[in-house]
């Protein structure tokens, strides 16, 4: 396999020899804890967000990693094709394997296969809108899919694109939501900023890799306790 786009090899953002480097020259100082109580932050768990009303209860989700496709379908979905990877890590920033990341959004229209989504834009019978994979040794999953749109939910106003995402691990289960760099309704949306750090869920479309150059990729590190 080729090199995946801005993911690491390791979860942890800074090193373990770098936290103890740092916080053992620190302690000494009398500045910090000592470094085992570092290491317990070093990794926040991945802020949760409601599920919201349309995760697709009625219907299995697609384990092909690709919902951009759908047998026996005309071509690929609408919309900017993407990339969405990372890794799933603990908060000891070791990757957290066999777990199960389910993934389910609007469409490239900003509608979501859901009878009770009642936004009059079109569905596209080439999107599958919901789909599973489970993480190997590495912590790593990957989806192709698209850019969904925002769309209108009632008194709420508009909700920014966002994909949503269920991770369950042995232990643990996170409920969140992923939001996409610039979109206008980010700034306005009630979930989004209900959160102590709204940026950490928000992601930057990177460009296409030369394996898939008609794919934008977005890299969207999960953090539970696995
Ligand atoms: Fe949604």
Not at 29 to 52: C, H, M, N, W, Y
Request: proline residues 9%; charged residues 20%; glycine residues 10%.
């Amino acid at each position: 396999m080729g090199a995946r786009k801005g993911i690491q090899e390791e979860c942890q953002p800074v090193s373990r020899r770098a936290i103890l480097k740092a916080s053992a020259a620190m302690f000494a100082a009398g500045i910090l804890p000592p470094a085992s109580a570092v290491f317990a932050k070093a990794l926040e768990r991945t802020q949760d967000q409601i599920l919201g009303p349309f995760y697709p209860i009625m219907s299995e989700p697609d384990r092909s990693g690709d919902l951009t496709r759908v047998s026996g379908g005309s071509g690929r979905a609408k919309g900017q094709s993407i990339i969405v990877r990372g890794r799933v890590c603990n908060p000891d920033g070791k990757p957290v394997s066999g777990a199960e990341v389910e993934i389910w959004q609007a469409n490239a229209a900003g509608r979501y296969a859901h009878p009770d989504d009642t936004n009059p834009a079109p569905l596209d019978p080439n999107f599958q809108g919901f789909g599973a994979v489970t993480t190997g040794p590495d912590g790593f999953y990957q989806f192709k899919t698209i850019k969904p749109l925002h769309y209108p939910a009632g008194s709420i106003g508009i909700r920014p694109a966002h994909i949503h995402f269920d991770v369950r691990g042995r232990r643990d289960v996170l409920v969140t939501q992923m939001y996409f760099e610039g979109d206008p309704y980010n700034e306005k949306d009630s979930f989004l900023q209900s959160v102590l750090n709204p940026d950490a869920l928000i992601v930057k479309l990177l460009p296409p890799t030369a394996e898939e150059p008609e794919f934008m990729v977005a890299v969207f590190d999960i953090v539970f306790r696995g």
